[in-house]
């Protein structure tokens, strides 16, 4: 705990005054613990002084001045004692307004918490007014005691409608301005209410992790450049050979420099391949390294498609990591949609990264050639898995009878439906209990479903293989699912839409490319083969005696 030298100096009416200094660093602010007794009343933030000694009030509340002695005291959050001349000592009634605008109504104090601020430099928390619930905190941060930004606090946090916090909605995030992100030194986060000015507890400390062994990492790289050709099939014959990390990142890397020096020969000066080197350092410094578990043998493949840029990948893979048990594979498909997510592989250990130049329906068919489990997992959408995912797709699998398939049920940021399943309607993927309550009853069991969508969904690996995958002359990969669980359907095989197997949706999964001809194609293709499947009788299924 830092040395804080200050000083209660008065309580003049419902008003504790007073300053204190962090004699450590004298410019930052200090968070101040207002107690009557052991009772915690609340925090208020000593701030703004030139010469370090940060004055502080805080507004007693009237339960105070009950016509009872009350010992007040204050101190330095998480100190062990407190400022000179405290404790003092407050007894009577309620002695009237204390500050200019005290005749006003008493402004409700939100409850909430500053929960964490990630690696990443997010800061993320939740906070709603108690007597008044439909009204949404307006929270500003403080960094190092300058005002740095503000946000509304009306995200839904399931966790926090669980514990019967009104509608959940009042989940905050907030990103750490770049210059804090590049400091050396820690930085004080601190939430509060920007109506009320009280403190959300607990303020934070950030300090960027630099990994520093990336320059070294990037000038090997560059001597590589020489020999590029040769070093690039050796790098793909690592990756056969055992698909260790090290031969992922050579490969992607070489990729860069292959791509460089085509814009090179196109024109751009040599100069550009520098370009490599600020990518690398900006990535290695600004993102924290994790791995995921590397099983020989799994039991489930997660394919991811990279379907927003480095950043949010990122956060959707760490949230995803955080997420899982067990001996599962994660596969990262990147359609290069966006360069910077070939960087991933830098900061983001024991994926297998796939850049896959094809189409939506040969990226999926190619990721389940790929995948190494029994069980696939798709997701092509920016969204994470909600708790206990993984243990739903590993039931869902050993019902009986056993599905083929399962579709996921993907909630918005709101909490409610996007899709549970698809629904064929005249030939046309329509989503299946869209806008609707996921805890309603009709979508609270495993139940059939038509199809799954192309989002999210979960399939028997030998199921896909046997039916040759997504038949690819279709446009969209909706389209293309809905025609594979036709005939999937038609060979005895079952879709069931599973509940606990479920993501949470970050962001629009990106627009499926397609004339309105096209469409009117596959509702067409997908009406002639429900009809003809309709009038053909199912394969016999073998019978286990």
């Given at each position: 705990?830092?040395?804080?030298?200050?000083?209660?100096?008065?309580?003049?009416?419902?008003?504790?005054?007073?300053?204190?200094?962090?004699?450590?660093?004298?410019?930052?602010?200090?968070?101040?613990?207002?107690?009557?007794?052991?009772?915690?009343?609340?925090?208020?933030?000593?701030?703004?002084?030139?010469?370090?000694?940060?004055?502080?009030?805080?507004?007693?509340?009237?339960?105070?001045?009950?016509?009872?002695?009350?010992?007040?005291?204050?101190?330095?959050?998480?100190?062990?004692?407190?400022?000179?001349?405290?404790?003092?000592?407050?007894?009577?009634?309620?002695?009237?307004?204390?500050?200019?605008?005290?005749?006003?109504?008493?402004?409700?104090?939100?409850?909430?918490?500053?929960?964490?601020?990630?690696?990443?430099?997010?800061?993320?928390?939740?906070?709603?007014?108690?007597?008044?619930?439909?009204?949404?905190?307006?929270?500003?941060?403080?960094?190092?005691?300058?005002?740095?930004?503000?946000?509304?606090?009306?995200?839904?946090?399931?966790?926090?409608?669980?514990?019967?916090?009104?509608?959940?909605?009042?989940?905050?995030?907030?990103?750490?301005?770049?210059?804090?992100?590049?400091?050396?030194?820690?930085?004080?986060?601190?939430?509060?209410?920007?109506?009320?000015?009280?403190?959300?507890?607990?303020?934070?400390?950030?300090?960027?992790?630099?990994?520093?062994?990336?320059?070294?990492?990037?000038?090997?790289?560059?001597?590589?450049?020489?020999?590029?050709?040769?070093?690039?099939?050796?790098?793909?014959?690592?990756?056969?050979?055992?698909?260790?990390?090290?031969?992922?990142?050579?490969?992607?890397?070489?990729?860069?420099?292959?791509?460089?020096?085509?814009?090179?020969?196109?024109?751009?000066?040599?100069?550009?391949?520098?370009?490599?080197?600020?990518?690398?350092?900006?990535?290695?410094?600004?993102?924290?390294?994790?791995?995921?578990?590397?099983?020989?043998?799994?039991?489930?493949?997660?394919?991811?498609?990279?379907?927003?840029?480095?950043?949010?990948?990122?956060?959707?893979?760490?949230?995803?990591?955080?997420?899982?048990?067990?001996?599962?594979?994660?596969?990262?498909?990147?359609?290069?949609?966006?360069?910077?997510?070939?960087?991933?592989?830098?900061?983001?250990?024991?994926?297998?990264?796939?850049?896959?130049?094809?189409?939506?329906?040969?990226?999926?068919?190619?990721?389940?050639q790929a995948a190494s489990a029994d069980i696939v997992v798709y997701l092509a959408d920016l969204a994470v898995p909600m708790e206990g995912w993984l243990d739903a797709v590993r039931a869902g699998f050993?019902?009986?009878?056993?599905?083929?398939?399962?579709?996921?049920?993907?909630?918005?940021?709101?909490?409610?439906?996007?899709?549970?399943?698809?629904?064929?309607?005249?030939?046309?993927?329509?989503?299946?209990?869209?806008?609707?309550?996921?805890?309603?009853?009709?979508?609270?069991?495993?139940?059939?479903?038509?199809?799954?969508?192309?989002?999210?969904?979960?399939?028997?690996?030998?199921?896909?293989?046997?039916?040759?995958?997504?038949?690819?002359?279709?446009?969209?990969?909706?389209?293309?699912?809905?025609?594979?669980?036709?005939?999937?359907?038609?060979?005895?095989?079952?879709?069931?839409?599973?509940?606990?197997?479920?993501?949470?949706?970050?962001?629009?999964?990106?627009?499926?490319?397609?004339?309105?001809?096209?469409?009117?194609?596959?509702?067409?293709?997908?009406?002639?083969?429900?009809?003809?499947?309709?009038?053909?009788?199912?394969?016999?299924?073998?019978?286990?005696?």
């Open positions: 705990m830092a040395d804080i030298n200050g000083r209660l100096e008065t309580i003049a009416g419902r008003v504790v005054e007073g300053w204190a200094t962090d004699l450590a660093d004298p410019a930052l602010p200090v968070l101040i613990e207002v107690r009557d007794g052991d009772l915690l009343l609340g925090s208020t933030l000593a701030a703004g002084s030139q010469d370090g000694r940060h004055r502080f009030g805080f507004l007693l509340p009237l339960d105070v001045f009950d016509g009872t002695e009350h010992v007040i005291s204050v101190r330095a959050a998480g100190a062990g004692t407190d400022l000179q001349n405290s404790p003092l000592r407050v007894v009577g009634h309620d002695p009237g307004p204390a500050l200019p605008d005290a005749a006003k109504p008493a402004l409700t104090i939100p409850t909430g918490s500053l929960d964490l601020v990630s690696d990443e430099g997010w800061v993320m928390g939740w906070a709603w007014y108690p007597n008044s619930p439909a009204e949404r905190v307006e929270i500003e941060f403080l960094i190092d005691g300058a005002l740095s930004g503000s946000t509304v606090a009306a995200s839904y946090r399931a966790d926090v409608a669980a514990a019967g916090v009104g509608d959940g909605n009042y989940g905050y995030s907030w990103a750490l301005p770049y210059h804090v992100l590049t400091r050396a030194r820690e930085s004080l986060v601190i939430a509060r209410d920007k109506r009320t000015g009280h403190v959300l507890p607990e303020p934070r400390k950030f300090r960027q992790l630099v990994v520093t062994d990336a320059v070294e990492k990037v000038t090997a790289l560059e001597h590589e450049l020489r020999q590029l050709t040769a070093s690039i099939g050796l790098a793909q014959r690592r990756e056969r050979a055992d698909q260790q990390e090290a031969a992922e990142l050579f490969r992607i890397v070489g990729d860069f420099f292959v791509q460089l020096a085509a814009a090179t020969a196109a024109g751009e000066p040599p100069g550009s391949l520098r370009t490599l080197r600020n990518a690398v350092t900006e990535v290695t410094s600004k993102y924290r390294p994790f791995a995921f578990e590397l099983p020989a043998a799994p039991a489930i493949s997660l394919c991811i498609e990279a379907v927003a840029p480095l950043a949010q990948t990122y956060q959707q893979l760490r949230a995803i990591r955080d997420s899982l048990s067990g001996k599962v594979e994660v596969i990262l498909l990147d359609g290069g949609m966006f360069e910077d997510v070939s960087l991933l592989p830098l900061v983001v250990r024991n994926i297998r990264y796939l850049r896959l130049d094809r189409t939506p329906l040969q990226r999926v068919n190619d990721a389940m050993v019902t009986e009878p056993a599905p083929a398939a399962l579709a996921a049920q993907m909630l918005g940021a709101d909490g409610v439906l996007e899709h549970a399943g698809v629904t064929l309607a005249a030939g046309e993927p329509v989503p299946n209990g869209r806008r609707r309550d996921p805890g309603a009853e009709a979508f609270a069991f495993a139940a059939p479903v038509e199809a799954v969508a192309a989002t999210a969904f979960a399939v028997r690996r030998d199921e896909w293989l046997r039916l040759h995958g997504l038949d690819e002359s279709y446009t969209s990969p909706g389209a293309a699912l809905a025609d594979f669980c036709l005939r999937l359907r038609d060979g005895g095989g079952t879709v069931l839409c599973e509940p606990g197997f479920a993501f949470t949706q970050w962001g629009a999964a990106p627009a499926e490319a397609g004339s309105a001809d096209a469409a009117r194609d596959d509702s067409d293709r997908l009406r002639q083969l429900a009809a003809a499947l309709a009038h053909t009788p199912a394969a016999p299924q073998p019978v286990s005696v």
